[in-house]
T-cell receptor, first 115, second 112 residues
Framework: SAVISQKPSRDICQRGTSLTIQCQVD?????MFWYRQQPGQSLTLIAT?????????ESGFVIDKFPISRPNLTFSTLTVSNMSPEDSSIYLC????????????FGPGTRLTVL | GQQVMQIPQYQHVQEGEDFTTYCNSS?????IQWYKQRPGGHPVFLIQ?????EVKKQKRLTFQFGEAKKNSSLHITATQTTDVGTYFC????????????FGTGTQLKVEL
């Protein structure tokens, strides 16, 4: 299994600012993902964080708004740029091995409130 | 739009009653995973089903994967207050690589 930590655990930010969320995995993993979970809703995949190359974004999410880095196999960052109150949400990273039958483990999430 | 739907959206039961949540996909799934999210927590992996018609049990929990690999169910026997939370199914759409598509979730509340 993989243990995943995220920083910060929560933050309150002003409109127009940016926040970078860090995700650290305790072992080398192949796949890392970023999700958003709005209050009372399900999880929506933002992007797949690719090691050493640009992230792969899902429909409705763009790099300018959610730049992602993944410099190595155990670490990734998600930046929420030029925030608005609509960005208030929980942001979760997850990690998985190479096969799609490998378990996907989730970090504890970052609870973001934008005023 | 949402391709994986769950019903019911909410369920209140008395402790000791059974509970079932149903998961339906508009497309065939390579596999399906089930997660539990406690209030204020993050999704925790419960189980994965890969084979058509597969049934797996974990103590009071029974998971099924449909023959057509487009639906699944989670049944809890004799619920306890510790079962409170939201249960999500999440499937890998056929040809979807490693991407999980989460269901809409079923929130379970258990009353004494």
């Amino acid at each position: 299994s993989a243990v995943i930590s995220q920083k910060p655990s929560r933050d309150i930010c002003q409109r127009g600012t940016s926040l970078t969320i860090q995700c650290q995995v305790d072992s080398q993993v192949t796949m890392m993902f970023w999700y958003r979970q709005q209050p009372g809703q399900s999880l929506t995949l933002i992007a797949t964080a690719n090691q050493g190359s640009e992230a792969t974004y899902e429909s409705g999410f763009v790099i300018d708004k959610f730049p992602i880095s993944r410099p190595n196999l155990t670490f990734s960052t998600l930046t929420v740029s030029n925030m608005s109150p609509e960005d208030s949400s929980i942001y979760l990273c997850s990690a998985q091995g190479r096969s799609n039958t490998d378990t996907q483990y989730f970090g504890p999430g970052t609870r973001l409130t934008v005023l | 739009g949402q391709q994986v739907m769950q019903i019911p959206q909410y369920q209140h039961v008395q402790e000791g009653e059974d509970f079932t949540t149903y998961c339906n996909s508009s497309t065939t799934l390579s596999n399906i995973q089930w997660y539990k999210q406690r209030p204020g927590g993050h999704p925790v992996f419960l189980i994965q089903l890969v084979k058509s018609g597969e049934v797996k049990k974990q103590k009071r929990l029974t998971f099924q994967f449909g023959e057509a690999k487009k639906n699944s169910s989670l049944h809890i026997t004799a619920t306890q207050t510790t079962d409170v939370g939201t249960y999500f199914c999440a499937g890998i759409l056929t040809g979807g690589g490693n991407k999980l598509t989460f269901g809409t979730g079923t929130q379970l509340k258990v009353e004494l």
